[in-house]
């Protein structure tokens, strides 16, 4: 079983900074990549930003130069740094996993999602 937690999700106002931060706990043998996806109302949900294990960050066009995506110390961890939010941000923020279990399964795994809304 592999738990996925978001936090930091809220309200700001366009031009304003929010950091989501995620927590990856469980039966981990190892985590391949991290990364944040969003989905608006109405639209397919979308990566935003991944990073490997010991790799380099990857980000979609429209939030490259504004958002910052890094792994922790422990490596379980992934963090989201987003500045000069637009309120075409706004959507709910999942984190994401490729992660091997203890029983050498290699999946996905998801968190439940955090909501960023930034007003105009």
């Known amino acids: 079983q592999v738990q996925l937690v978001e936090s930091g999700g809220g309200l700001v106002q366009a031009g304003g900074s929010l950091r989501l931060s995620c927590v990856a706990s469980?039966?981990?043998?190892?985590?391949?990549?991290m990364g944040w996806y969003r989905q608006a109302p109405g639209k397919q949900r979308e990566l935003v930003a991944t990073?490997?294990?010991?790799?380099?960050?990857n980000y979609a066009d429209s939030v490259k130069g504004r958002f910052t995506i890094s792994r922790g110390n422990a490596e379980n961890t992934v963090s989201l740094q987003m500045n000069s939010l637009k309120p075409e941000d706004t959507a709910v923020y999942y984190c994401n996993g490729r992660i091997t279990t203890m029983t050498r399964w290699t999946s996905q795994y998801w968190g439940q999602g955090t909501q960023v809304t930034v007003s105009s």
């Open positions: 990073i490997p294990s010991g790799g380099m960050p």
């Open positions: 469980g039966s981990i043998f190892s985590i391949n990549a």
